[in-house]
Structure formats: structure tokens, C-alpha cells
């Protein structure tokens, strides 16, 4: 038998179970702050604060530009399934399917969005990229003088 133990098993002058009872509560409190400081941005930002896909007005990406000598043209736009408006003429809460066309040279690149946003396309498939004119300017990065297929790569 222990001589520093009490008659209870906890350690002479009690010291075991406060001491875990203020780990517990510091640990907890840590747990509801980190939680709070990561949902606060979310629960902060009002109704029509959110990006303008979320006001139900999606802002197209549109550019046309020279680049390296080549003429680079895209879109992205925000199509909304069939049946994806309310009653009342406002967007309902469904996902959007982003439409984009990106043409080097009046050639057709193929481009994809990946889930956190970013792009990615066929000719730099191992990279993603921000924006779609950033896509488009690799593309023409990475096929120097070549001209990009007229074929879809989607063909049998």
C-alpha cells in the first residue's frame, strides 16, 4: 500500500481530481474558441453579403487578350438547372453548373473546374490554376508553337 495515498486512493492532499477538472475546463474552453473563431466569418456575413453567386447574380469570367502572340478568349459562367428558381422569381439553394469556354486561336481548350474552385485543363493536367485566364496563359506556356487540336477530346 501506498503511504501517500489516502484512505479514497487519491493522492495526499487531493491535488488529482482539481487538477483534472481545470485541464477538462481549459480544454474545453480551447475547443469553443478555436470552434468559434472558425464559424464566426460564416455566421457573421449576412443575407446578400456572400459572393455574387450566392445573391443570385453569377458574375461572368470573361477575358480576351494577346498573350506570347496568340489570341486567348474564355468564359465561365453559372448555369442554373431547369426548375432551380422559387415561386417568388429568386434563386433557389441549388448548385449552380459553371459553363466555361476557353479558345487559343480560335481553337477549343479543354478546360475543367475542379470542387475547391480552381481550373485545370488538358494540356496542363498535373496543375491547377485560379482563374481561367491563368489556365489559358499556361496552356499557351506549355504548347509554345503548336496549335491545339481541332478534335473534342470527347470523340470516339
Known sequence: MDPTA???????????PVRRAVLRTAFT???????GGALAPVLLRGPGAGAPEERGAPEPERFWER??????????????PAGGQSRAGEAASV?????????????????MRRADGSYLSTVNHYESFPTLLATARAAVDEIGTSQLSTASPHTN
Do not use: C, K, Q
Open 95 to 111: 448548385a449552380g453548373v459553371p459553363d466555361v469556354e476557353v479558345r487559343v486561336d480560335g481553337r477549343p481548350l479543354h478546360v
Open 6 to 16: 489516502a484512505a479514497s486512493g487519491e493522492a495526499a492532499g487531493g491535488r488529482g
Open 29 to 35: 474552453a480551447t475547443v469553443i474558441a478555436g470552434t
Open 67 to 80: 498573350y506570347r502572340g496568340r489570341e486567348i478568349r474564355g468564359t465561365a459562367t453559372v448555369m442554373v
